[in-house]
């Protein structure tokens, strides 16, 4: 993602190659016929990119009977299988590494603790670990494009410089330079929640619309707007901070300052806070039998019907649904994905999040939206994954490819 400034005649030539991969990637098997037709592409340009795709080996041509009958048709089909990548997502004191093939297939993944303090033990820790991994998989590593990374965080997207990360000093932190110039590979790097956003968009419950918001509720509460297929950024690329919305101005003081954000009742901690404090002030639970409370006992007790449990989370849900009630008379969405352990219990807590939908916007717009819950949260590192299939339908990386 780095090198500044392209000429108008390199990104004709980027955007041109992009359109014919995307259709054939999305649309494939595809004729060449057919993707001129839908691109608008000169049919020799056309012939011109899918023959430069068909030497590097990222498309193929598969024979398919026409539907006319008589002579079989040559298709394009995208080849997916020997292109690896690396997807990395940094939690704030944990890393986890995958190795995928270009068709989102997982090879390898490992979990790591990684305590950071600073900028410099951040590099230190991310480049020792991925070195490792590396080596560790060297066998089963075939062709290795881009390395991708996801980290709570901000990050310009163009230039792939981390701008801001809660709870740890960060200086203008260029990671993706710095992890090309170590792996000569391209780096793409982004915001972990955004980044799960639109891995539900190319692989998950979005995967079928336009417009979609992710409520991703884990340590913090954040969201991921997905407009038009792409990730909705504001001007300073921070948009979906769905946690700092305040629902109490009574409430608990926020780590971001401010009192009763939605992450103060709607986070992990915060969920098992609150019922750690009514246990100790002698409400009755079936959780009084565990040493020490977590978010999955709490979801797991109160599927297997502990009142004090479900009330908790129900009271998560109302205050989760006045948040994304919020966001849905903003943004319109077609579908609303929740990730996080809550979604064990989401026969206790999507009911409660659509009551506060219905009551808090616009009808036409919450009439027939679906509330669903991720089913690609347990793959922490899809959102990383995603970075470099979006450079591949952007024509960023795609034209490094052609290029090397
Ligand atoms: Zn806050």
Do not use: W
């Amino acid at each position: 993602m780095n090198g500044g400034q392209i000429g108008n005649v390199d990104l004709v030539k980027q955007l041109n190659g992009a359109a014919v991969y995307r259709l054939i990637d999305q649309q494939g098997p595809i004729s060449r016929i057919q993707i001129a037709d839908v691109s608008q592409l000169a049919p020799a340009s056309v012939t011109k990119i899918t023959r430069q795709l068909l030497e590097k080996g990222l498309i193929k041509e598969v024979a398919q009977q026409a539907s006319t009958g008589g002579r079989r048709a040559i298709s394009l089909t995208t080849e997916v299988q020997p292109f690896h990548s690396i997807a990395v997502r940094l939690g704030r004191d944990y890393i986890q590494i995958s190795l995928y093939d270009l068709g989102a297939k997982e090879l390898a993944t490992v979990s790591h603790e990684l305590v950071y303090k600073n900028q410099n033990e951040l590099v230190t820790g991310l480049l020792g670990h991925l070195k490792d991994f590396i080596q560790a998989n060297e066998p089963i590593i075939q062709q290795l494009i881009a390395i991708g990374i996801v980290l709570p965080g901000l990050v310009n997207p163009e230039t792939g410089v981390v701008e801001y990360m809660p709870n740890t000093d960060i200086d203008k932190l260029a990671l993706s330079d710095i992890i090309t110039e170590e792996f000569k590979l391209a780096c793409f790097v982004g915001n972990d929640v955004r980044g799960m956003a639109l891995a539900e968009h190319y692989f998950g419950e979005s995967q079928d619309c336009q417009d979609s918001i992710l409520v991703s509720v884990h340590r913090g509460t954040g969201a991921g707007i997905i407009v038009n297929g792409q990730v909705f950024l504001g001007h300073n690329r921070n948009v979906g901070e769905i946690g700092h919305i305040q629902i109490d101005p009574l409430g608990e003081q926020c780590q971001c300052g401010n009192f009763g954000c939605l992450e103060t009742v709607a986070a992990n901690p915060a969920i098992v806070a609150h019922v750690k404090k009514l246990m100790a002030q002698g409400y009755d639970s079936s959780l009084n039998t565990l040493d020490d409370v977590t978010i999955t006992d709490v979801c797991q007790h109160a599927v297997n019907g502990d009142e004090l449990s479900k009330q908790s989370l129900v009271r998560v849900g109302n205050q989760l649904g006045k948040a994304i009630a919020m966001t849905i008379n903003l943004f319109n969405p077609q579908k609303v994905i929740i990730a996080g352990d809550i979604t064990i219990a989401q026969d206790i807590v999507f009911p409660a999040i659509r009551r506060n939908v219905e009551n808090q916007s616009l009808t036409t717009f919450h009439t027939g939206l679906p509330i669903v819950a991720s089913t690609i949260d347990s793959q922490p590192t899809m959102g990383a994954f995603s970075m470099i299939k979006r450079a591949m339908l952007n024509g960023v990386l795609l034209q490094k490819l052609l290029e090397e």
